[in-house]
């Protein structure tokens, strides 16, 4: 007859958060779940938490608030506590400068970027819905609306101004 053994919550949090990732060859305990783009997703507590947080309050203990979790080896995909640590926002802009992330790349400078800058400023002037424009640019209708609302590539809000929409 097979034997149960008792583990706590604890034990099967840390269970699923190390069934979630894949061992890199830095060490780092890289996520392979749900992400909002760079950071690992998990469910609990009837939320969706960030990963890397969860590992560090599952290996390391509380976050005191008003602190944030920091990666010391660069890569947000992480959850390896050994990598993780407490700092301010401040600490953490400060390793981002002293590392060489901080990066001013605008629009289609980034690698990740699916658009042009010519695209996005037809997006601007034109009168179509938010859902068709991302059927057709094939990119979610969430960036369509910060296209539209000015909160992502705004380097590109100026020449956009004064432009009426077209269809």
């Known amino acids: 007859m097979t034997e149960f053994k008792v583990v706590t919550n604890l034990d099967l949090l840390k269970a699923t958060l190390f069934n979630r990732c894949r061992l890199a060859e830095n060490g780092c305990w890289e996520w392979i779940g749900a992400t909002d783009y760079k950071y690992g997703l998990i469910y609990r507590e009837n939320k969706a938490q960030k990963a890397h947080r969860v ?9 005191p608030k008003g602190l944030h979790v920091l990666h010391a080896c660069d890569n947000p995909a992480c959850i390896n506590p050994d990598h993780l640590s407490v700092g301010t926002v401040k600490e953490n802009m400060r390793q981002r400068d002293e590392r060489g992330r901080h990066w001013g790349g605008k629009g289609e400078q980034i690698g990740t970027a699916k658009l042009t800058a010519a695209q996005v400023l037809e997006i601007k002037a034109s009168t179509l819905s938010v859902a068709k424009l991302s059927e057709i640019y094939a990119v979610h209708a969430t960036n369509i609306w910060l296209i539209r609302s000015g ?5 590109l809000n ?5 432009v009426e929409r077209a269809s």
């Open 151 to 155: 909160k992502s590539w705004k380097h």
């Open 158 to 162: 100026a020449e956009s101004e004064g």
């Open 55 to 63: 590992s560090y309050e599952a290996y390391i203990g509380p976050i």
